[in-house]
């Protein structure tokens, strides 16, 4: 299956990022610390965008928290960084964006969950005056309906309506007509109250993969807002990679996807960063972003006789992360770079004439020799002692040259 082209999309400028369909995906991610806490909120912030957010989102839930947003973004600007920032707001943002005004013209983009803005007539009362602030500072807005706080008064309306039907639709059906009709309808509302649709962007977040995928193909094929896909509550380390990493591609194979980020429930021990390595390695496994060169490895069999390539393997990952920083500014193009470590004589030296550089180290009753291919052609053989220091030399040089 081919990657289908990326919907068309307006463009969103939020800050100094743009967002749609003529510009790549965007990287995002949302700190876990008390926004009222400058100092670790800043910190997280720093881990964040200097592993690649391009936007974080922060918490405003009370008048400390808004009271501190102009704050750390003050400190992130006179340290040179330009990350827009966002603000996420449930049940009191229109109380709190109206009340602290240095709040809403530092933020770069406001979040609103419709289910969480008020009841009844107090429903688009509410929403109106987050988007009136938005209007008035000219920010965009993300409506970010999710499944877990939906619009109940509209889920009923919808429910009562299907019950009455000669043939009623699956209660499932019924909920996914709600998420959809809660974005859009809040997208109309803030359209009705003079918001232009280039600052609107949509998310409908749930947290099982095959409803969040149909729900959000569903809402591709009614509107042309930009979106941000995300897989709620998507879980931690590897459920939460796996299920974000699957649900994400099917939705990026179809074009559908403007923003991105995987959520992960938060492990000792293990940065808050996770999440962004998560979103750069789909989007660089898709074909649709390249963040640093890749490395292809075997997995090891009976025949790969020692753990030296995987060793290799994570020393050439290991220098590769360590020397990004310097070679994204001195080489162009490095990032596309296929690098391969194979472990044996079956796959080693076809993977390695594949990528652009390899070596294929000897496995079980092969000589104890490896074979460096550049550009498809065997060059030399290593052996000895110095193997993975002299690997390492041959990777500089070939990208000094390559690059340059």
């Known amino acids: 299956m081919e990657l289908q082209p990326r919907r068309k999309t307006p463009t969103v400028q939020i800050g100094s990022v743009s967002v749609g369909s003529d510009y790549p995906v965007v990287v995002q991610s949302m700190t876990d610390t008390p926004t009222a806490d400058i100092e670790k909120t800043l910190a997280q912030t720093l881990e964040l965008i200097e592993a690649g957010s391009e936007m974080v989102r922060w918490t405003v839930n009370d008048d400390d928290a808004a009271r501190a947003v102009p704050e750390i973004i003050k400190h992130l600007r006179e340290r040179g960084y330009q990350t827009p920032i966002i603000g996420d707001f449930h049940f ?120 969040m995928v149909t729900v959000y193909s569903q809402l591709a094929r009614r509107c042309d807002y930009a979106l941000h896909l995300g897989l709620t509550e998507a879980g931690a380390e590897i459920q939460g990679i796996s299920s974000s990493s699957a649900a994400l591609a099917i939705l990026l194979q179809q074009g559908i996807g403007d923003t991105i980020r995987v959520s992960l429930t938060p492990q000792p021990d293990i940065p808050r960063s996770r999440e962004i390595e998560v979103c750069k390695n789909i989007l660089q ?99 000895g002692d110095h193997i993975r220091e002299e690997f390492i030399i041959i990777l500089e040089n070939y990208i000094s040259q390559k690059c340059r």
């Open 92 to 211: 009191n943002g229109h109380t709190l964006l109206s009340k602290h005004k240095d709040c809403a013209a530092a933020l770069a983009k406001y979040r609103i969950n419709p289910g969480n803005v008020g009841r009844a007539e107090r429903h688009d009362e509410n929403f109106s005056a987050i988007i009136k602030v938005a209007i008035e500072h000219n920010k965009p807005v993300r409506i970010g309906v999710n499944w877990g706080s939906l619009d109940q008064e509209l889920l009923t309306n919808l429910m009562d309506e299907n019950a009455k039907l000669a043939e009623p639709r699956d209660a499932k059906e019924v909920t996914y007509e709600a998420m959809i009709q809660s974005a859009l309808r809040s997208a109309e509302l803030a359209q009705k109250l003079g918001m232009k649709k280039n600052k609107i962007i949509l998310s409908v977040k749930m947290s099982i993969l095959q409803d």
């Open 285 to 383: 496994a898709m074909g649709l972003r390249y963040f640093k060169p890749s490395v292809t490895s075997c997995p090891g069999c009976g025949r790969t006789s020692s753990n030296y390539f995987q060793i290799l393997a994570r020393d050439i990952n290991d220098h590769i992360t360590r020397m990004m920083p310097i070679w994204k500014k001195q080489y162009p193009g490095v990032e596309r770079l296929k690098i391969a470590v194979m472990g044996c004589v079956v796959n080693g030296p076809g993977e390695s004439r594949h990528a652009d550089i390899g070596i294929s180290l000897p496995g079980a009753s092969e000589k104890p020799v490896a074979p460096i291919y550049i550009d498809g052609k065997e060059l030399k053989t290593l052996k």
